[in-house]
């Protein structure tokens, strides 16, 4: 007897009823079937929305740098899967640019300008968020000069090999960080954004949502037992994550403080089992390296 396969996951679904990533073949039902086609994203960061609308949700977001696949482009908005998460959605076209070349730096302060010269006084053209990536073809004095033309200042940077090993001190670095459904830059981060942002710079692959986050991460620890909890391990809740700085202090990004914030690990359960997402549904324990 065989069983029907699972539902595929939309989020990570490149399929619509019109179109459909040509790999999808035989497994989804499509009107026709493309080929993704390589591209980066070229604006400092960019909403992915769950349709080709403005006044669309915003599910998450993609940052200079990041590697997608597009498979269609219409009306301004661009159908993509973002590779390093597989997220599938809506971005605008004009936030994408060539696949090549591929970054070479990362930055590694919360945020830096992007200057037309390599001067602190001329006016800035923008700025980029922690983690995001980018070409540099030379360097003039204290300035990486980008594939763009535009220029970073190179201490706030960082070799694309770079990675933080204490994914749990990227988090703490953000730390006031105002709470953005769908963020996942340092303007604005989610709850999952927090824990994706901090292990990927840790060279970590990780998922981009909570639940998904639940089920691939780290290894699971015995449920219930909150006093055997360390550094860098997860709590989660149904609809809600967070990351412990020690055995006591709970890190995360959530409504009711509208910010990431610090607080002991008993306090937000209660609160969060009376206001919110319920009990804890696991605990799992996440190691660098």
């Known amino acids: 007897m065989t069983h029907p396969a699972p539902p595929r996951d939309p989020r990570l679904t490149p399929a619509r009823p019109d179109l459909a990533d040509v790999a999808l073949r035989g497994l989804v039902e499509a009107a026709s079937y493309v080929e993704g086609v390589p591209h980066r994203v070229s604006a400092p960061s960019a909403p992915l929305r ?3 609308s403005s006044d669309s949700g915003i599910d998450t977001e993609a940052v200079m740098g990041d590697a997608v696949s597009v498979y269609e482009v219409k009306d301004g908005f661009a159908y993509v899967q973002l590779r390093h998460d597989g997220y599938v959605g809506y971005l605008p ?6 696949a090549e070349p ?4 990362r930055v590694r302060a919360l945020r830096t300008f992007l200057y037309p010269a390599p001067d602190l006084k ?3 053209r923008g700025h980029l968020g922690l983690g995001a990536a980018m070409s540099a073809e ?7 000069r980008l594939e763009s033309g535009l220029y970073v200042f190179a201490p706030h940077c960082e070799p694309i090999a770079w990675r933080e090993p204490d994914f749990a001190a990227t988090a703490e670095r953000l730390v006031g960080t105002p709470y953005l459904w769908g963020g996942r830059t340092s303007l604005g981060l989610d709850c999952s954004g927090l824990v994706q942002l901090a292990l990927e710079l840790a060279g970590l692959p990780c998922p981009r949502d909570a639940d998904q986050q639940e089920r691939a991460l780290g290894q699971p620890l015995p449920p219930g037992d909150l006093g055997s909890l360390c550094r860098g391990d997860l709590v989660f809740w ?5 990351l412990m700085l020690d055995g006591e202090r709970l890190i995360h990004a959530n409504g009711h403080h509208m910010a990431v914030a610090v607080e002991p ?4 359960v209660a609160r969060i089992r009376e ?3 319920g009990p804890v549904t696991s605990l799992r324990r996440v190691t660098a390296g």
């Open 265 to 268: 690990l008993a306090v937000a």
């Open 93 to 98: 076209a004009d936030a994408l640019g060539r």
């Open 275 to 277: 206001k919110s997402y």
């Open 122 to 124: 001329r006016p800035n």
């Open 238 to 242: 149904r609809g809600h994550v967070g």
């Open 50 to 52: 769950r349709a080709p």
């Open 102 to 105: 591929e970054p070479t730096y």
């Open 138 to 144: 030379g360097q003039e004095g204290e300035y990486l």
